[in-house]
């Protein structure tokens, strides 16, 4: 009995398909700047830590927040000057109803001279032009708030974007120091999530069969794990081979290296 279940064990053995893998955190975040500006601080104490809501870098934004609170004023100015204008344009409105009233009166009359009649047609047309000039106006004035509206987007979002925050990722470097002048696309931080850890294996062709299936052992210990992710186009760089990724708990230590075997069921 002993004897078939040394065998049996033996032939599990056999089975297993042996790799080894680096514990690596489930994501890396490589952030570059997307705005121009001065770095004013950087929290370096930090670094290896878990990040909150405190920002661990920061550009200058003096000019944003100025150049906001402008065009702020100038908005509320515009939209006033909308309003007022739109007042303007119900009275010029009404006039110009009854000035066409009037001039249509007045054309037919035999005892006004056509010298009257051009008068009164002049004044008609002088008040329809006024009126149609008060409205174009009020279409340039709103073309200029929905400019205005778009730079007040991008300045809200470029101070946004001056003040980094990562709450939940661990801040692995820091690659600016203050005072640096740093361009859209300047590398600024490394961060890491390691909240999970993910293993990466490279499978050959007859590995692929059964390994979505495949009991995994991690260091020689059974795990409820399976494959996560499974590309079925081989590796650009291990050639022949097909990239497998296992998702873990998050390990007390990250970077070390683990042996995994894939076992059938």
């Not at 037919?108 to 002049?122: N, Q, T």
């Not at 002048?181 to 961060?191: D, F, H, M, Q």
């Amino acid at each position: 009995m002993k004897l078939l279940i040394i065998l049996l064990i033996s032939m599990m053995s056999l089975n297993a398909e042996v790799y080894y893998s680096k514990v690596e955190p489930f994501d890396t975040q490589k952030i570059a700047s997307n705005v121009m500006g001065v770095v004013l601080s950087t929290d370096k104490s930090m670094l290896g830590k878990v990040l909150s809501q405190k920002s661990y870098l920061e550009i200058d934004a003096a000019l944003d927040r100025d150049e906001l609170r402008y065009l702020l004023e100038k908005l509320e100015y515009l939209r006033a000057t909308v309003l007022t204008n739109e007042k303007i344009v119900e009275n010029l409105k009404e006039a110009l109803q009854r000035k066409r009233e009037n001039y249509e009166k007045v054309k037919e009359l035999k005892i006004k001279s056509s010298v009257e009649k051009d008068r009164e047609f002049y004044d008609l047309v002088a008040s329809e032009n006024s009126y149609l000039n008060t409205l174009k106006e009020i279409n340039n004035l709103k073309r200029q708030i929905t400019d205005l509206k778009l730079r007040k987007a991008q300045l809200q979002r470029s101070i946004r974007d001056k003040k980094l925050i990562a709450d939940g990722y661990l801040l692995y470097s820091i690659d600016v120091k203050v005072g640096q002048v740093v361009n859209k696309g300047t590398p600024l931080a490394t961060l890491l999530d390691t909240s999970k850890a993910i293993l990466t294996i490279y499978l050959n062709e007859e590995d692929m069969k059964n390994a979505k299936s495949a009991i995994i052992y991690i260091d020689g210990n059974k795990t409820a794990y399976k494959i996560d992710r499974l590309l079925e186009v081989a590796d650009s760089k291990n050639i022949s081979k097909y990239k497998a990724q296992i998702i873990i708990d998050a390990p007390k230590l990250f970077s070390k290296l683990v042996k995994v075997e894939l076992k059938e069921q």
